[in-house]
């Protein structure tokens, strides 16, 4: 499908926040890779739910009771579906990535990581990717080892292979770079991982949005995270996908109602996969409102989707370089990133840019974007970023580009 032929404007008008207006001036919403726009489809959705069949999920034998749960329950065929695998149970619905991390790091990671064992992660990790594995080794007294970045800001292949000769018990690594756009070969490094010895998690958060992304349950990778606030879906839900046999090796991660079989005065027993990962009552609402974002997705198709952000990546590079005294961070090869845009303009703060932006109905993000060892590798403290997704247009980049000319004068 060609640019010419993906309709945006019929997308753009499923998302009622597109035709806001900002300071008397359309929205230019920039700022995806914090979080998406959500459709009408997912909207009516959550409100279909509150005002039609709201119970709680599971314990009920009446009828609102087992609609919800009916409901909730489908959304995790959806997800096994979008993700390719065929078990529904190895989908664990959590608060969002960073839960999903946390929980392999409390329960798989406490269980299975000793002494003196390697937790191998890159520079470009978010923080959400970085500090759980930062501080479980420290308590463990495992070695946290990092992987650099060549001088694309893609990944060394000679540092990860000096990473992979130790100990090597945990690969974790993003699919998809939120700073600077960076897509890595998720699958070669996981197969290098895997036949040094250690399992696999992926970070999806920002790969899963935009990439076709087909999960081998027979593969190397482990584990696989994502959020769906990030692909239409509401905030508070995320995704664990885990291989069977190591869910199942793994300790709960909360204690309290639904994960429990049975009981007792000295002990209990575990439900089974998935809710022995779900303690307590769901984020219902927000999980069925997730379901809708993936038919919503799937009705566009993802490959439709990565084509045309392909293209809206290209047109982005070549009119943002044409900003003198710009400094863009990540590949300047759209064959090897995502519509992620970090940057620093000569002489003019990422927070005054964002601000000054801000007035010309344009949202971006300013700051460290919870990646820190990376932006502190590059020698700075803080970058602008405007982060595309498919609802995005050329027109808009133009206004980002006639923005940043404005700033420049400005200051």
């Known amino acids: ?9 019929k997308v753009r008008a499923d998302f009622p926040a597109l035709s806001e207006r900002v300071h008397g001036k359309p929205l230019v919403y920039l700022d995806n890779g914090a979080t998406s726009q959500r459709p009408v489809q997912v909207l009516k ?55 999903a991390i946390n929980l392999v790091a409390w329960s798989w990671g406490r269980k299975f990581i000793k ?35 060549d001088e694309d800001y893609r990944i060394d292949i000679k540092s990860f292979k000096n990473a992979l000769s130790g100990r090597p018990k945990l690969l974790a690594v993003t699919q998809m770079s939120n700073v600077l756009g960076t897509v890595n070969p998720i699958h070669e490094l996981a197969v290098m991982a ?23 349950p027979n593969g190397p990778i482990d584990f696989y995270v994502f959020s769906a606030h990030k692909m239409c879906g509401p905030t508070g839900v995320g ?45 219902i609402a927000g999980v069925i409102g997730f379901g809708a974002a993936i038919d919503y997705l799937q009705s566009i198709g993802m490959h439709s989707i990565a ?40 002489g003019v703060h990422p927070h005054d840019i964002a601000t000054l932006l801000d007035q010309e109905g344009v949202a971006v993000r300013a700051g460290h974007h919870c990646a820190q060892p990376l932006l502190a590798k590059s020698g700075i403290s803080a970058t602008t970023r405007a982060s595309l997704y498919f609802y995005n247009t050329r027109q808009e980049i133009d206004v980002l580009v006639r923005s940043l000319e404005k700033a420049k004068r400005f200051f």
């Open 1 to 9: 499908m060609s640019m010419r032929r993906f309709d945006v404007e």
């Open 115 to 149: 002494p003196g064992d390697d937790i191998i992660l890159t520079r470009m990790e978010h923080h959400s990717n970085f500090v759980p594995w930062q501080a479980l080794a420290r308590e463990l007294g495992a070695n946290l080892s990092i992987v650099e970045l």
């Open 307 to 346: 084509l045309y952000e392909s293209e809206l990546t290209a047109y982005a590079l070549e009119k943002i370089s044409e900003v003198q005294g710009l400094k863009l961070f990540g590949p300047h090869d759209p064959n090897h990133r995502g519509a992620v845009f970090s940057f620093t303009l000569e």
């Open 239 to 283: 995704v664990l996908w885990g291989k069977e046999e190591v869910l199942n090796e793994m300790p709960p991660f909360q204690y309290g109602g639904s994960m429990i079989l049975r009981v007792g005065d000295d002990c209990t027993t575990w439900n089974e996969l998935p809710w022995k990962f779900e303690a307590g009552t769901p984020n």
């Open 194 to 216: 895997k036949n040094a010895g250690a399992k696999v998690l992926v970070d999806g958060a920002q790969g899963v949005v935009h990439l076709p992304t087909q999960i081998d």
């Open 45 to 99: 959705a959550m409100e279909e739910f509150y005002t039609k069949f709201n119970a709680n999920v599971h314990r009920g034998i009446y009828q609102f009771s087992e609609a919800a749960t009916t409901a909730y329950e489908s959304v995790r065929s959806k997800v096994a579906g979008f993700l390719g695998v065929q078990k529904p149970h190895e989908i664990i619905f959590t608060r969002g990535t960073t839960e």
